[in-house]
């Protein structure tokens, strides 16, 4: 019999069961859906070099990119293979078993996760609804209860924001009394916006505001706005202590090559991200329109996705993706303080309004009336 971690039998993983790439229009994957610019990724391919792949890689070139980008200093960041494994640092410097994990119900997998592989105890405060709000604008998570939450055996605070799954945003500001009490007792918090790109005031994120307090730290990534899920590339900033601390667990190469000239070239021309930003963000707004008129429930938010449902808790829907080879999406969420088990959520990017499927869904005569 091999010796191995026995508490490992009881943690599910979730696996990618096929490639997604071969699908136009990939609805489930919250990832950019359209191409880049031709010209950027023509001069991108110019650039590449067979040295990219043959040495070892060299990240302070983005490393500065970034500290610019924010107006930060260098050792203000933290260079990760996408977000997750930023996330997954934290563990290894603040977690230890038997304490506890604070976040939020519903919040990303993974922090649920990690905290069962350092065997913390994972708590969570749940949403609540506000009944002088329609469904689609009432959720929220209660800050009063998250700080009453918080003890002594408090290892490590996760706050997705904007929340992933749910979408809605706090700003910084509505964050002071959790960094303020946080920092009064040394407990490290972890603001996670891979969304935050997303959200039109950009002084209402955290990474300025969290620079302030000696412990919270903001990790952000290349995966949702900047477009570039493939290339896993992340980063956390934070003072220099916390980064110090994060870079003990770095590995000896953080991300490829490739992937660091990919981000520098992607920062070096950043107005196209500003420009998928804006157009993802009015065309959300366009489907939420479309999709209520034509009697659907939605729930907009932060990010870049909605989440739709109907009366029949979206059977219809369903048939008529699946009349489409080239749309790949997932149905089956949940939302609090909702009974139905179908919720669908569609990302959204620039011109998915003006597809046939869209058209189907909302103003054609195949769908019938909701």
């Not at 916390?242 to 992607?266: D, N, Q």
């Amino acid at each position: 019999m091999i010796k191995y971690k026995k508490y490992l039998d009881d943690i599910v993983r979730y696996e990618v069961d096929k490639d997604k790439s071969q699908y136009k229009w990939r609805l489930d994957q919250s990832e950019r859906i359209t191409e880049f610019p031709k010209k950027f990724w023509d001069d991108w391919i110019d650039s590449i070099k067979q040295t990219d792949f043959i040495t070892y890689p060299y990240v302070n070139q983005l490393k500065t990119r970034l500290s610019e980008h924010y107006k930060v200093n260098d050792k203000n960041v933290f260079i990760t293979p996408g977000s997750d494994i930023g996330i997954r640092t934290m563990f290894d410097v603040f977690v230890t078993p038997g304490s506890e994990v604070l976040s939020t119900f519903p919040c990303f997998p993974m922090y649920e996760v990690y905290s069962k592989l350092y065997q913390a105890r994972f708590r969570q405060v749940s949403y609540e609804h506000d009944s002088d709000w329609p469904q689609e604008e009432g959720l929220y998570w209660p800050i009063d209860v998250m700080l009453d939450r918080i003890n002594e055996n408090t290892s490590l605070i996760i706050i997705a924001n904007p929340n992933n799954p749910i979408g809605d945003f706090k700003s910084s500001h509505e964050m002071k009394e959790i960094f303020e009490k946080t920092q009064e007792m040394g407990i490290p918090v972890l603001i996670d916006e891979a969304y935050a790109e997303f959200v039109e005031r950009q002084e209402d994120t955290c990474i300025e505001t969290g620079l302030l307090y000696d412990n919270v730290m903001t990790s952000r990534t290349f995966s949702k706005a900047k477009g570039a899920a493939g290339v896993r590339v992340g980063y956390v900033i934070s003072n220099k202590f916390m980064i110090e601390k994060l870079m003990k667990f770095r590995m000896m190469h953080e991300i490829t090559g490739p992937a660091a000239k990919f981000a520098c070239h992607i920062l070096d021309n950043y107005k196209i991200v500003e420009d998928y930003i804006r157009d993802t963000n009015f065309e959300k707004c366009r489907l939420i329109e479309y999709f209520k008129k034509a009697g659907y429930d939605v729930i907009g938010g932060y990010c870049n996705w909605i989440h739709i449902n109907s009366k029949d808790d979206n059977e219809q829907l369903c048939k008529i993706l699946d009349e489409y080879s080239d749309v790949t999406y997932k149905a089956g969420a949940k939302i609090p303080f909702d009974n139905r088990k179908n919720w669908l959520r569609m990302t959204v990017g620039p011109n998915l309004s003006k597809t046939d499927f869209i058209k189907d869904l909302t103003i054609n005569d195949k769908i019938i009336k909701l």
